[in-house]
């Protein structure tokens, strides 16, 4: 089992994060927050490393109808931000947090989008929770390639 298909990929909620979690190891946040919300207040906690701030809303679009008035939907370069902040992170953590607004939708679609990557079952997530379609399709339409695991 290589190191990366051992990073635990873990999804909660705004309230849970703010309260602060115990993971028990060395850990990166990915927050993602309605566009009409501040930023969630993440505590300092133990093995924390960084934080990615994200505004978009759970929202899916529809062929041929437009979308709500104010909607923000995720965004390719969101998408490769993601990619791009794990990656920086990949070598120093044991598990990435993701977190949205309910903890049902957009951040279980990052998560399995992620576990999908690491060569992990992203199919627990979509028995566990509703993963937005759109948020899956677009990080994996924008997924940064993972270089070959250098042997260690």
């Not at 602060?20 to 060395?26: D, F, K, S, T």
């Not at 979308?67 to 920086?88: E, S």
Request: aromatic share 8%; with cysteine.
């Amino acid at each position: 089992m290589t190191a990366r298909s051992m990073m635990r990929i873990e999804v909660t909620d705004r309230e849970s994060i703010e309260h602060g979690l115990q993971v028990g190891a060395a850990f990166v946040v990915i927050s993602i927050r309605d566009t009409d919300q501040d930023k969630a207040r993440i505590p300092e906690m133990p093995g924390l490393l960084g934080v990615l701030y994200l505004a978009f809303d759970d929202n899916e679009p529809l062929p041929n109808l437009p979308l709500p008035l104010g909607v923000r939907l995720m965004t390719p370069g969101q998408a490769k931000d993601i990619w791009a902040f794990v990656r920086r992170h990949e070598a120093g953590i044991e598990a990435v947090v993701v977190h949205c607004e309910a903890g049902l939708s957009r951040s279980p679609a990052v998560a399995a989008a992620l576990a999908k990557a690491y060569g992990q079952d992203e199919s627990r997530y979509f028995r566990k929770y509703m993963p937005n379609q759109y948020v899956y399709r677009t990080m994996l339409e924008n997924q940064v390639r993972l270089a070959p695991e250098e042997p260690r």
